[in-house]
């Protein structure tokens, strides 16, 4: 076991074509570290992880992993032979074992080799040689590899039926539970995540927390999910504007932490800044008492003018980074029962064989000024039931109401609404027609200029074309907004802005997303989708798990009184609740 630091950056540069990410950057990562690393999209978060991971060479300094440290690497986005089978993926999670498995075959060949057999020194030598790898095999765990593979499978919610599936047939959020299976079964003694929560359901989030805490070696992880940065950080480190800053504790901790740094940071500028104009002040008047050729006063001023060249001057801070200018509000008001659906059922055709039936009996009713968060497992069925709200997968069975003055719009998660051919211009413009300088106003408020303007969708990363459908979204004032995953490609900082700008929206808002920070500030019912059928919950994410917690003891609640007063409290529940009983 390794002790001590495992990796390390020293003076190290990185500059991505002509553009300087970071100079001079130092940082060392001990063997028991729990550390979110978090900043800006572009700040340079990944290219951190792939220096260390050697998939980059810096253009100055050194990224260095100490000797004998084994480094695993989960990227964002994973990739696997598509052809290949769920379990011979797995199974390949271990190069080290791989190769002694290849050199125990060979030194096997070797002794049926007459040449081998037939002489006793060549083959005491092959099979002295044989038995040591034997030993170091069984000393790496390679007896009960396989076992051990199937079990870690199976522990990340995979079926045994599951094992024969090609690659192709997984989710986003499987694939990442697959590349997550494979450093669970080699277990490097630094691990480096890279958003290794997307895609992931909520029960893939809470199996991460838990791999991170019980983890025997280092973590750094990079997420966007606040929540999840709670419970597994123990150090945050921060990456902003090219440097980086340590702070001790979770995400809520540095959060605080931070902004008391920058409120101390900020005193400390203004009362810097008085005493150089003090001093700036006094050295003029003191040339200007010179000007008659005396000496003593100009003396004085080269002294005070040294004095404050030397002194160590306090950056000012940056108290608010440029966010997005995101500003949602119906252009009109909607009918007062948004949606009703009622016994919605949909089946698939199941590639094992089959008909899978994703929607059995789905019911559920919305009323204007309702926030609606639907959770549920990847593959419960949750985007399919949007895609029946839009009319875009037609139902097998049940009916789908919408209020006749609901308009509706679709943020989703895979950026489907976006037409990929087109420029970010041209997108745009599709929602409304305007001259350029009102498409770079807008853009400007998307932190877009003019030159990305031109630049096609199909090019843009993950925030970026979130950014362009928030732009869409909010060019059409709907009162009805359909948000599936919304904050999966968003930083932090947009992320609470959507959140801000969420909650002074006058429409009403359904969203699905695995998000439980953003369920929390946003959501005022939560409805659970599981094995085809929807279970309400009258309250935001913590509400919900400690009400479900509640019903799996059988412990009920006295009254509905009850339940309002433990719900999130929200200014919109009452104009919501007059308008259900006048309906009845």
Not at 296 to 315: E, G, T, Y
């Amino acid at each position: 076991m390794v002790i001590g630091t495992v990796a390390r950056l020293a003076k190290a540069t990185v500059y991505f074509g002509a553009q300087e990410i970071f100079r001079d950057l130092s940082w060392e990562i001990y063997h028991d570290a729990r550390i979110g690393l978090v900043g800006p999209n572009g700040a340079g978060k990944s290219s951190i992880l792939k220096l260390l991971v050697g998939e980059m060479d810096t253009s100055a300094g050194l990224a260095q992993i100490t000797r004998g440290v084994r480094v695993g690497y989960l990227p964002q986005e994973v990739h696997f032979g598509l052809e290949r089978t769920l379990l011979d993926e797995a199974l390949d999670a271990s190069p080290t074992l791989a190769a002694l498995e290849h050199e125990m075959q060979s030194l096997e060949t070797q002794m049926g080799d007459p040449q081998i057999y037939g002489d006793e020194k060549k083959l005491t030598r092959v099979m002295e040689k044989h038995a040591r790898v034997v030993a170091e095999f069984e000393e790496k765990g390679g007896l009960n590899f396989d076992n051990r593979a199937r079990a870690t499978l199976r522990g990340l919610g995979f079926e045994d039926a599951d094992f024969a599936l090609p690659l192709s047939a997984l989710s986003g959020g499987q694939k990442k539970l697959v590349g997550l299976a494979k450093l669970l079964i080699e277990q490097p003694e630094l691990l480096l995540l890279d958003e290794p929560d997307n895609h992931l359901d909520l029960r893939g989030k809470e199996f991460l927390e838990k791999l991170i805490a019980d983890y025997p070696g280092a973590v750094v992880i990079v997420s966007h999910d606040r929540y999840l940065l709670d419970i597994v950080a123990e150090e945050i480190a921060e990456l902003e504007d090219g440097k980086i800053t340590l702070y001790v504790g979770n995400y809520s901790e540095y959060q605080f932490e931070k902004r008391q740094k920058l409120l101390r940071q900020q005193q400390m500028f203004q009362i810097q800044q008085r005493d150089i104009q003090r001093l700036e002040f006094s050295i003029r008047r003191l040339l200007g008492w010179g000007a008659g050729q005396n000496e003593k006063f100009v003396r004085r001023a080269k002294s005070m003018q040294k004095r404050l060249d030397k002194m160590d001057k306090i950056d000012r801070p940056k108290m608010e980074r440029r966010a997005i200018g995101l500003d949602l509000n119906a252009a009109k008001r909607g009918s007062n029962k948004v949606l009703e659906i009622s016994h919605l059922a949909k089946s698939f055709d199941d590639p094992r064989g089959g008909a899978n039936k994703v929607l059995r009996d789905v019911n559920l009713t919305m009323w204007l000024g309702e926030r609606v968060g639907i959770i549920g497992a990847n593959g419960a069925g949750k985007t399919v039931l949007f895609r029946c709200i839009l009319g875009q997968v037609e139902p097998d069975l049940g009916e789908i109401y919408i209020g006749p003055s609901t308009t509706h719009s679709y943020y989703s998660q895979e950026h489907e609404t976006l037409n990929f051919d087109n420029t970010i211009a041209d997108e745009v413009r599709r929602v409304k027609p305007m001259i350029d300088r009102e498409l770079f106003g807008l853009l400007g408020r998307f932190l877009f200029n003019a030159e990305d303007s031109k630049k096609k969708i199909r090019n843009l990363s993950g925030g970026e074309k979130a950014r362009v459908q928030m732009a869409k979204l909010m060019l059409q004032s709907a009162n009805l907004l359909m948000l599936d995953e919304p904050t999966n490609h968003l930083d932090i900082q947009s992320a609470e802005v959507l959140e801000e700008t969420l909650e002074t929206y006058n429409g009403s808002l359904l969203m699905i997303s695995h998000d439980r920070y953003f369920l929390d500030d946003v959501a005022t019912r939560i409805v659970e989708l599981e094995d085809g059928k929807l279970t309400e919950y009258l309250g935001n994410y913590t509400y919900y798990v400690e009400e479900k917690a509640r019903r799996a003891r059988g412990e009920t609640r006295a009254s509905r009184r009850d339940q309002a007063v433990e719900r999130k409290p929200d200014k919109r529940q009452t104009a919501k609740s007059k308008t259900q009983n006048k309906t009845k």
